[in-house]
């Protein structure tokens, strides 16, 4: 067979009830009842029944069809109709079948309920569900959204090395790797040093790519792999980089609430409250922060950062994301421009979630003064001939300039209401899980 439809297009209305189409994809269900089999086929857009009719096909194709095991991939022809008792109101009432490439019996991922573990250890096979499928979906317009608003406001795609030997975000969640026999080799935390390289080459730029951290704990909102949007700006202050963040956050979130609100609303988001969302974000200073934790009672000093048991009371009653800004020099990396009328604090802003979902953003201008820089790092126990060529960069045609990183599992989480980061990645990576 030939000039296959999308499952999607059925279920969106694309074609007149009666019109002759052919799909293809897998068997996620199947039951027969009063001579009709009932199939749910999975074609990677999404989901729609079709129904095998005992009378309206001959009898060996549908017993056939009837033996055939879960996950049994098909080709299948027949007239879309409209139907009220099927999943999403459209089916396929199928007169012919093309090429099978049948499954084996016992197909490990049932529709009872299974433990996480054994998931998990089957996530290759789990993928295959529409709930993932769905979310995974959802992250790809979510990207392309981002993509989007960067072409359009003038920022450049550019990607950085992996490999490094210079720890950017702290020791502490650095991986070694053994690169060549050589030893002092990580896998990058973010791409910041290499972006302050590169905003005197191409100006405003971003980057899409994985940032690693060996985060020894285990969290609902970290991995050790997660997908870092990272963008730089020359010229541009601390203000300027909210701002921008704003805007960021705003697009993504419109496109998903305006284009896509079914599918927002099957992960368990709010499309209405996605498309509703404006800049600008409100703003809080990390004093009045520290002081709203402290009054709600969660232990908090001045000087600390905030973990989940601080952030999830205080971003509680947010009802948009909300920028904490002017964290002390002390807990954010040496890079942070110091605040020039208080130098405990840096011009670093984060912004956190609401409903307890917590920082999806890290940010803030960076010193470009030579001195300065040089200073930071001795301040913060690093050795500035680590960092040589970062260096070197305030020596030519320094500017002041900003930038952020978003954990776009992060912003998925919160955006989708989930209770845990994993489902927003096909193959999650965490401390206890490389496999498969
Ligand atoms: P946290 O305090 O939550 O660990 P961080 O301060 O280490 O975050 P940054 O170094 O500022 O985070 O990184 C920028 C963004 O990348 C964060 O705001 C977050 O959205 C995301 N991010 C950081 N670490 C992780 C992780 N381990 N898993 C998923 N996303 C992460
Ligand atoms: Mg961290």
């Not at 039951?31 to 309206?56: A, P, Y």
């Not at 250890?121 to 959802?138: A, C, G, M, S």
Request: aromatic share 12%.
């Amino acid at each position: 067979m030939t000039g296959f439809v999308d499952a999607a297009d059925i279920l969106k209305g694309r074609y007149e009830e009666g019109a002759d189409v052919k799909v293809r994809g897998w068997i996620y269900t199947s039951r027969s009842s009063g001579g009709i089999q009932f199939l749910e086929l999975r074609d990677g857009s999404g989901v729609i029944q079709c129904t095998l009719n005992r009378r309206n096909i001959d009898e060996t194709t549908f017993n056939e069809v009837e033996r055939y095991p879960l996950e049994t991939a098909l080709e299948l022809k027949g007239v879309v109709k409209k139907d009220e008792r099927a999943p999403g109101g459209w089916e396929l009432r199928v007169n012919s079948i093309g090429d099978v490439y049948v499954s084996q019996q016992d197909y490990p991922i049932v529709k009872k309920e299974q433990g996480l573990e054994f998931l998990m250890d089957n996530r290759h096979l789990y993928v295959r569900e529409p709930k993932l499928q769905n979310i995974f979906q959802i992250r790809a317009k979510f990207l392309e959204a981002a993509r989007d608003w960067f072409r359009e406001k003038g920022y450049t795609e550019v990607h950085t090395p992996m490999f490094m030997t210079a720890s950017v975000e702290g020791g502490s969640t650095l991986f070694n790797v053994e690169y060549f026999g050589r030893k002092g080799v990580y896998l990058s935390q973010s791409w910041q040093l290499y972006a302050e390289a590169l905003i005197s080459s191409m100006g405003k730029i971003y980057t899409i790519a994985p940032s690693f951290r060996a985060e020894p704990s285990r969290t609902r909102r970290h991995l050790s792999e997660f997908l870092h949007l990272e963008l730089e700006e020359p010229w541009t202050d601390l203000d300027g980089i909210m701002t921008t963040g704003d805007r960021l956050v705003s697009h993504i979130a419109n496109v998903l609430g305006e284009e896509i609100p079914e599918k927002v609303r099957k992960a368990g988001g709010d499309p209405d409250y996605l498309a509703g969302l404006k800049p600008p974000f409100p703003r809080m200073s990390y004093d009045d922060a520290v002081d709203t934790v402290q009054k709600q009672g969660v232990e908090m000093y001045w000087g600390d950062d905030f973990g989940w048991q601080q952030e999830g009371p205080l971003t509680e009653q947010f009802e948009k994301p909300t920028w904490i800004v002017g964290y002390p020099s002390g807990i954010k990396p040496f890079y942070h421009m110091p605040n020039p009328d208080r130098a405990e604090v840096t011009m670093s802003a984060d912004l956190l979630a609401p409903a307890g979902y917590g920082e999806i953003i890290g940010g803030g201008q960076r010193v470009h003064d030579y001195e300065q820089l040089y200073q930071r790092t001795i301040d913060d126990g690093l050795d500035p001939s680590n960092y040589a060529w970062y260096m070197d960069l305030r020596k030519w045609g320094t500017v002041p300039h900003s930038g952020f990183g978003l954990g776009v599992e992060r912003v998925l989480m919160w955006m989708l209401n989930l209770e845990h980061i994993r489902d927003t990645v096909p193959f999650p990576r965490d401390m206890r899980r490389v496999y498969p």
